[in-house]
C-alpha cells in the first residue's frame, strides 16, 4: 500500500469552488482506483467521485454531478478534484482512497479501498 496526501481544503461561501489535490505515492502499480470520499459530521463517509489510472474512466455521485470534475496527473501522480457550485450541504472531511484490486459493486465500495489519505476539511457557508 502507498501513501496518499490530500491538500486544498477550505472554506467558502455557497456559489464557490475550491480545488483538491491528491498526491500518490509508493504504490506498486499505476493502474488504480482513485477516489474521494467525504464525511460531514454525524453521517456517513459517502463517495463523491472516482477515476480509474491511468486510463481515466470516471465516475460520480449523483450528488455532485455537473459540479464536480475528478482528473488525473499521471506525470505527477496526482488526482485533482475540481468542485464547483459548492453549496453548503458539501461540508465535511474529504478523504483521498486508493484501490489496487477490481472494484465489485461500484465506484465508491468502502471495503474496496485500503489506503487512504489523512484528509482535508470543506466548509461551505450559506
Known amino acids: 500500500q502507498g501513501q496518499l496526501v490530500e491538500s486544498g481544503g477550505g472554506s467558502v461561501q455557497a456559489g464557490g469552488s475550491l480545488r483538491l489535490s491528491c498526491a500518490a505515492s509508493?504504490?506498486?502499480?499505476?493502474?488504480?482506483?482513485m477516489a474521494w470520499f467525504r464525511q460531514a459530521p454525524g453521517k456517513e463517509r459517502e463517495g463523491v467521485a472516482a477515476?480509474?489510472?491511468?486510463?481515466?474512466?470516471?465516475g460520480y455521485a449523483d450528488s455532485v454531478k455537473g459540479r464536480f470534475t475528478i482528473s488525473q496527473d499521471n506525470a505527477k501522480n496526482t488526482v485533482y478534484l475540481q468542485m464547483n457550485s459548492l453549496k453548503p450541504e458539501d461540508t465535511g472531511m474529504y478523504y483521498c482512497?486508493?484501490?489496487?484490486?477490481?472494484?465489485?459493486?461500484?465506484?465508491?465500495?468502502?471495503?474496496?479501498?485500503?489506503?487512504w489519505g489523512q484528509g482535508t476539511q470543506v466548509t461551505v457557508s450559506s
Open positions: 482512497a486508493a484501490a489496487l484490486e477490481p472494484l465489485y459493486g461500484g465506484w465508491f465500495k468502502l471495503m474496496g479501498y485500503k489506503s
Open positions: 509508493g504504490f506498486s502499480s499505476n493502474r488504480k482506483y
Open positions: 477515476i480509474y489510472t491511468p486510463r481515466g474512466t470516471t
